[in-house]
């Protein structure tokens, strides 16, 4: 296995870690064992490698083909790639509960004014980024 590929399989298990943690300092120790805390952390992180895949592999590709490597860039491009991965999430979600396409718009348009995803999901998506960065070290050949 590549440094690239292990890259890609370990950095998103930041984002289930990162829940974890977040509701182990918030929650009793029974809500941990609850059905609901553990479907949420497998839940994060299909949502995190799904993001991972979908938006950074070929975001990580361009950007090394450009020869722009520099581990700034993947703290930036993690941050965002976080962002629009909750936004899609949420969007996918709504759907799902069968809201309807106004109400999914308006959704939209709160979720991107909601400050509360983007501190919680942007610093999640800097560090899965980051740990991309420093385990595949695309400035290396």
Known sequence: MSRTE???VVAPLWVPVALMIEWSLLATPLDLLNFWAVFAGFASLAIGYAGTFLFGVPAFL???SRNWTAPWIGAVLGFAIAVITLFLFNVLF???LGYS????LLGALSSF????AWIT???IGSLVGVTLWLIARPDRS
Do not use: H
Request: without cysteine; proline residues 5%; charged residues 20%.
């Open 6 to 8: 292990l890259a890609f």
């Open 62 to 64: 361009f950007l090394r």
């Open 94 to 96: 709504a759907l799902a």
């Open 101 to 104: 396409v106004d109400d999914l």
């Open 113 to 116: 004014s909601d400050w509360g």
């Open 121 to 123: 999901a942007g610093p």
